[in-house]
């Protein structure tokens, strides 16, 4: 199964009509197809009807509460949850882990943080889905559980640290992801040096072809389909 240059559908499910259009907003413009629901069974009604690449969901539903949702969802599938919620009790944090979300997120929350947290969520579920040739742009193929990339069907060697960054670009295929962004993936501070980006992408460029990875001077870089 490959990967194509569809945008990944986010389920956003969130019973505040402000904050559940101003997420839709953000989404659409960040290049995801953004699909909403105000309460638990809307959820997951459209859950079983577009099979969302991820969940966002508030806890505080007004006709169940979250947790159930979170399992409902666990018992259908691996959808990444990321959870969205103003409760920051441990203990509440600690049960929607452990009933199977990828993540938690304590309102009021920045706009770059959950954007980098979905982008995490789509990157492991994508890797959950098997050992196949998850995403291919052009002749390059990256198997995600094998972590192992061909070319016109011929492997190519790459570093730990050239796999993950181009790991970020195939999750985002055909989007560009900024500079901190990657640096933040990867090296886990958006402060790390700029020159090490650089020359990692340059590696990469060389080896699967200056016109699969192309640049946004600037402002990032991008895995052309």
Same mark, same amino acid.
């Given at each position: 199964?490959?990967?194509? !240059? ?12 402000? %904050? ?18 105000? !309460? ?18 508030? %806890? ?17 599938? !691996? ?147």
């Amino acid at each position: 199964m490959s990967q194509t !240059t569809d945008p990944a559908t986010v389920l956003v499910v969130e019973d505040d009509p402000s %904050l559940n259009a101003a997420l839709a907003t953000t989404l659409r413009l960040a290049g995801y197809r953004a699909v909403t629901a105000r !309460t638990a069974a809307e959820g997951l009604r459209w859950y079983a009807h577009y099979s969302p690449d991820l969940v966002l969901l508030d %806890l505080g539903l007004p006709d169940r509460d979250g947790l159930t949702v979170i399992r409902d969802i666990r018992e259908r599938g !691996t959808t990444p949850i990321v959870v969205l919620s103003a409760r920051d009790a441990e203990g509440v944090k600690v049960q929607a882990l452990d009933l199977g979300a990828d993540d938690y997120v304590q309102k009021p929350f920045g706009v770059e943080e959950l954007l980098a947290r979905l982008r995490a969520g789509l990157r492991h579920g994508v890797q959950a889905r098997g050992s196949e040739p998850l995403v291919e742009a052009g002749d390059v193929a990256i198997d995600f559980g094998r972590r192992a990339v061909t070319r016109a069907g011929q492997p190519i060697k790459l570093s730990p640290k050239e796999f993950d960054l181009l790991s970020e670009l195939a999750v985002n295929l055909g989007r560009t992801v900024r500079h901190k962004d990657l640096l933040r993936a990867v090296w886990g501070d958006e402060r790390a040096e700029i020159q090490y980006l650089r020359v990692y992408m340059g590696q990469l460029r060389h080896k699967l072809g200056p016109e699969r990875i192309l640049s946004d001077p600037g402002v990032g870089y991008r895995l052309e389909a």
